[in-house]
C-alpha cells in the first residue's frame, strides 16, 4: 500500500500539480503497490481548479483550457488505465 500526499494551497490544482500527481501516480502504478490511498491536506482535498493562477495568467483562457485538461487527464488515469486501487484520505 502507497499513500500519495498533496497538500495544494485551499485545494486548488494547476495544471503542473496535476502533472506532477499524475507522474506520481504512474510511478506507483509500475512498482508493486496495488493500492494507492490520496491523502489531500487537513482542510481540502481538492477544490477543483486553480482559479488565482488562471485570473493572472498571460491568457486567462488558454490557462484554463491547460487545467482542466490536466486535471481530466489525472482523473482519467486514476480511474481507467491503471489497476491500482485509489481510496482517498483526510490528514488530521
Known amino acids: 500500500m502507497g499513500y ?9 490544482m494547476s495544471s503542473s500539480q496535476c ?5 506520481a501516480y504512474l510511478a506507483a502504478s509500475q512498482s508493486d503497490v496495488r493500492v494507492v490511498v490520496l ?4 482542510d481540502f482535498w481538492s477544490n477543483g481548479i ?23 487527464d489525472s482523473g482519467t488515469n486514476h480511474h ?3 489497476p491500482l486501487v485509489h481510496p482517498g484520505g483526510f490528514a488530521g
Do not use: C, K, V
Open 4 to 12: 500519495r500526499h498533496f497538500a495544494f494551497y485551499n485545494g486548488a
Open 19 to 23: 502533472g506532477r500527481l499524475r507522474a
Open 39 to 42: 491523502m489531500g491536506s487537513s
Open 50 to 72: 486553480h482559479l488565482n493562477l488562471i485570473e493572472h495568467a498571460t491568457s486567462p483562457a488558454d490557462e484554463s483550457w491547460r487545467n482542466i485538461n490536466a486535471m481530466n
Open 80 to 82: 481507467h488505465q491503471y
